[in-house]
């Protein structure tokens, strides 16, 4: 795990700088709260951990190889 310290402002490029995969951008520090913007794709899924843990305890909706074909009858 990398921990570093950010400013209001800073950020952190995730990925190749060239390139970056996303931005993380500490947005403003108000007492002990800490608002931390992400700017990535849409197709990176960002989630508290809280949500990361329900969805992963989720039972998946659709198993491979659990699907059934229609019955034919002969």
Known sequence: MLVITRREGEEVVI?????????????????????VAFDFPREV???RR???????????????????PAYVEA
């Not at 060239?18 to 709260?33: C, D, F, H, L, T």
């Not at 809280?50 to 059934?68: L, T, Y």
């Open 15 to 35: 990925g190749d700088p060239r390139n970056p995969i996303g931005v993380v951008r500490i947005a403003s520090i108000k007492g002990e709260r800490v608002r």
């Open 45 to 47: 899924s960002i989630h």
């Open 50 to 68: 809280e949500i990361a843990d329900q969805i992963a305890d989720e039972e998946p909706a659709a198993i491979a190889g659990s699907i059934k």
